[in-house]
């Protein structure tokens, strides 16, 4: 048979994809289905089908966590310098401006005091949305402050992350960032703080070796991945392929990395009750 | 010089090399006399000419000048270079009395992480390093110095020991960053950084951290959590190798992204201390610490002990708190008292 060339709508006018509306069905790359839209997100981002965990924005998982109207954001005067002169392909302040045109947030993480089932806590949230969650100056002074804040306010600590690690961009500076939020969370733990980690998809970097890991209570999410190294680095590395569920929750479950694997749906009842047994 | 690992960048000195072999040759009828060896020790021929003598002073500042000006690039891979002293040296060559103590008592004993008490100069301390190794063996043993998560514990497990008697920790940090690999994961590489981030931020002795070769991201932080950090000359630190940065930033690693990424990342001893990530540059003998490993060594040896004098004489609390503030003021961020609008929707 010949070859055939098929050319394509998007092909042809690729302009019109992004004016087109987010479609009403999408295809979930966990089943592979079909899926409506509407349900996926009434059903607090997970596949109805295949119990899929979709990635959210901190502004979607501070809606999905809290009680309704109770987050007050805190730091949010924060955003990026550029102490480097930081250029790749693009320069540093130009990528950080198309991602907060992108995102409408100045960075990274978003934290603030919020009520979780009428349990008062200290709420941290890193996003994926913005420039992969990665950690710099901005994402590691707002988690400290966060950190410094629920050890003052003797607050319980949540902090739910997802991260591709330390942001290149600010290349030294934000490998600090690792000491300076692990630095502050010796001193919660040293007042007898609670600190709960909450690890989602994709958890990975200098976030995974430093505060993620450091939670008295570490639950991680359905099949994230989470990890130090990146599976393609790994696979570099040691030239074969990773066995299957590799650097998964439920990977980590089994090896003691994590405390729970727990359901998007159950996460504030999991919380609420972890509160109540610290007696914070 | 068989088997030297050559820098494009040291080729005036090589021919330098050349005419002061050929200038020996001249002056002395034993021919049995080897060429100077870069690294190597420098042969002293009874009587030295004029010539010899001028030529030798030239070598001399030609090596300053060359490694004065050293580019991001260059400076990896002088940290690099294969007989750079590695920590194992440094101990040797510093201390006296070393003990090697070793195992994390949980799994294993990672040789790419070496612990022991040593003394160093009038101080008793506790020695934790990368070493990469020498010989085909021991590198692989040492997986090159990348270290797994045993070799962080059995780090940490040490400084607590050495926290128990009240003697201070001095790291050496020479690792392009921690092994990534199946074993490394499934035994929690970053619970075991993040731990020592956190236990060495409150360890009531005070740490010494210098960065002697390569200082590769988490891997090397999770030993240099200290009150004095310092790097020597023409080492390297920062938060990713530049071929990493390459490869994700300028989506290829080649020669000449590697020299844009090197530059990019501020990895130099003088970059860093001027983000004050680090404290002190420590100086290397004129050519590097490869040239001159004793000088190295004793320079080192000097900072190391100017410091622990200081450190020492301070109470455990001024300690702490030191030791917190410092890393708690680095970053770099603009802060407004208001919330600005988020920006308009314009490209």
């Not at chain 1, 979607?60 to 930081?86: E, H, K, N, V, W």
């Not at chain 1, 941290?124 to 710099?136: E, I, K, N, R």
């Not at chain 2, 990896?76 to 750079?84: F, I």
Request: proline fraction near 6%.
């Amino acid at each position: 048979m010949p070859q055939v060339v098929t050319r394509t709508w998007t092909q042809l006018k690729p302009a019109r994809k992004a004016a087109i509306p987010e479609g009403l069905w999408l295809r979930c790359p966990g089943c592979a289905q079909l899926i409506y839209r509407r349900q996926m997100e009434a059903n607090l981002h997970v596949c109805p089908e295949c119990t899929h965990h979709f990635r959210i924005s901190a502004e979607q998982r501070i809606a999905q966590l809290c009680d309704a109207g109770s987050f007050t954001p805190m730091f949010t005067g924060l955003s990026s310098g550029d102490p480097l002169r930081f250029r790749d392909l693009k320069a540093y302040p130009d990528r950080i401006r198309a991602e907060q045109i992108k995102t409408g947030q100045r960075d990274g993480c978003q934290a603030g005091e919020a009520f979780i089932k009428g349990r008062p806590v200290m709420l941290a949230c890193l996003d994926l949305t913005f420039m992969m969650g990665s950690m710099g100056s901005v994402v590691g002074e707002i988690l400290t402050r966060a950190i410094e804040h629920a050890t003052k306010s003797d607050l319980p600590l949540i902090v739910v992350s997802c991260s591709g690690g330390a942001r290149m961009q600010e290349a030294g500076l934000s490998l600090m960032q690792m000491a300076k939020t692990s630095a502050a969370l010796a001193r919660l733990d040293d007042a007898g703080g609670l600190f709960i980690s909450v690890l989602t998809d994709p958890t990975t970097g200098g976030v995974t070796a430093s505060f993620a890991m450091l939670g008295d209570v570490i639950i991680a999410e359905p099949r994230a991945l989470i990890g130090f190294a990146g599976p393609r680095v790994i696979r570099q590395t040691i030239r074969q392929d990773l066995p299957d569920g590799f650097q998964r929750s439920e990977f980590l479950l089994a090896k003691g990395m994590v405390d729970r694997v727990a359901p998007r749906a159950e996460l504030r009842s999991e919380i609420a009750r972890l509160i109540d047994y610290s007696g914070k | 010089m068989a088997s030297f690992y050559q820098l494009d960048f040291e080729q005036p000195v090589r021919e330098l090399d050349k005419r002061i072999a050929a200038a020996e040759r001249g002056a002395s009828d034993d021919a049995q006399l080897p060429a100077p060896a870069l690294g190597g020790v420098e042969p002293h021929p009874p009587a030295e000419s004029g010539e010899l003598r001028a030529l030798r002073a030239e070598r001399l500042t030609l090596l300053a000048s060359l490694y004065e000006q050293l580019s991001p690039w260059n400076t990896v891979r002088v940290a690099r270079h294969p007989q750079r002293p590695q920590s194992g040296d440094y101990i040797a060559l510093m201390c006296r009395e070393f003990t090697e103590l070793h195992g994390d008592r949980r799994y294993g004993d990672d040789p790419a992480i070496i612990t022991g008490f040593a003394r160093l100069g009038h101080h008793k301390v506790l020695m934790v390093g990368h070493q990469k190794g020498r010989d085909t063996q021991e590198k692989l043993a040492c997986h090159f110095g990348c270290a797994h998560p045993e070799g962080y514990r059995k780090a940490l497990a040490k400084m607590k020991l050495a926290e128990k008697f009240g003697v201070p920790v001095v790291t050496l940090v020479d690792t392009p960053g921690a092994y990534p690999g199946l074993g490394a994961e499934e035994r929690g590489q970053a619970e075991a950084i993040a731990v020592n981030l956190r236990e060495m931020s409150r360890l009531k002795v005070p740490i010494v951290s210098i960065i002697i070769g390569e200082g590769g991201s988490g891997g090397a932080l999770g030993i240099a959590v200290a009150d004095r950090v310092a790097m020597l000359q023409h080492a390297w630190y920062s938060v990713i190798s530049p071929e990493g940065c390459a490869a994700i930033l300028w989506k290829q690693a080649n020669e000449q992204t590697n020299v844009s990424s090197a530059k990019a990342l501020r990895l130099t001893a003088r970059d860093n201390l001027k983000l004050s990530i680090i404290d002190a540059i420590v100086p290397e003998p004129p050519g590097a610490a490869h040239r001159d490993p004793a000088g190295a060594a004793q320079a080192l040896a000097d900072w190391i002990v100017a410091q622990l004098d200081e450190l020492t004489a301070e109470t455990t609390e001024d300690l702490l708190q030191a030791r917190y503030d410092r890393f708690r003021r680095l970053g770099e961020f603009e802060e407004s008292a208001e919330p600005e609008p988020t920006p308009e929707l314009t490209p």
